[in-house]
Nanobody, 122 residues
Framework: QVQLVESGGGLAQPGGSLRLSCTASGRAIGGYTMGWFRQAQGKERELVAAAKGLDAGVTYYLSSVKGRFTISRDNPRNTVYLQMNSLQPEDTAVYYC??????????????WGQGTQVTVSS
């Protein structure tokens, strides 16, 4: 079992930045793909970014966040990050950390955090 706890959400102004952290316990995350999903009110959950477990440097980004968001992982610390720059109101959502296999489908992620709210507003 893997337990995931997110932190770092909050309120940001358009153009601002936030960094989300996800700390895992229970098992080492090195072999898992780590993903950040988000779900805006009334919309489906979508994968924002993912970092493959065993292939260092292999990442995925949703097209609308490319160049603005960066996913990184610190396996010795069992932690994954999402640096979000140039935030836009459309980025407002609950952000979830997840661990699973390399995929854009939420069903392929077995472990989930509780979510952290990100609100982008002036």
């Amino acid at each position: 079992q893997v337990q995931l706890v997110e932190s770092g959400g909050g309120l940001a102004q358009p153009g601002g930045s936030l960094r989300l952290s996800c700390t895992a316990s229970g098992r080492a995350i090195g072999g898992y793909t780590m993903g950040w999903f988000r779900q805006a009110q009334g919309k489906e959950r979508e994968l924002v970014a993912a970092a493959k477990g065993l292939d260092a440097g292999v990442t995925y980004y949703l097209s609308s966040v490319k160049g603005r968001f960066t996913i990184s992982r610190d396996n010795p610390r069992n932690t994954v990050y999402l640096q979000m720059n140039s935030l836009q109101p459309e980025d407002t959502a609950v952000y979830y950390c997840a661990a699973g296999r390399w995929s854009t489908a939420s069903n392929d992620y077995a472990y989930w955090g509780q979510g952290t709210q990100v609100t982008v507003s002036s």
